[in-house]
């Protein structure tokens, strides 16, 4: 029997204006690491990429990093 920390897939994304980055772990500490790739930075292209990862049965674990944007005036 699976036991449930092998059940989880850590997600982690690197959010940008324009794409954000996604990458995989699997749980535990010692599991594989994947880069999944690049998506566009809207909401529809995220949501399309988080549905695929759902489908694959294991329960999502989401971090993220964001740059804030400083802009001069």
């Not at 292209?45 to 990093?65: M, N």
Request: aromatic share 2%; glycine share 6%.
């Amino acid at each position: 029997m699976e036991s449930k920390s092998n059940n989880i897939l850590f997600v982690g994304l690197d959010v940008r204006e324009d794409a954000i980055d996604i990458a995989t772990a699997e749980a535990p500490r010692d599991g594989e690491l994947r880069h999944i790739g690049c998506i566009k930075g809207d909401l529809a292209s995220l949501d399309k990429a988080l549905r695929k990862l759902i489908s694959r049965g294991q329960v999502l674990h989401i971090v993220h990093e964001a740059k804030s944007l400083h802009r001069k005036s």
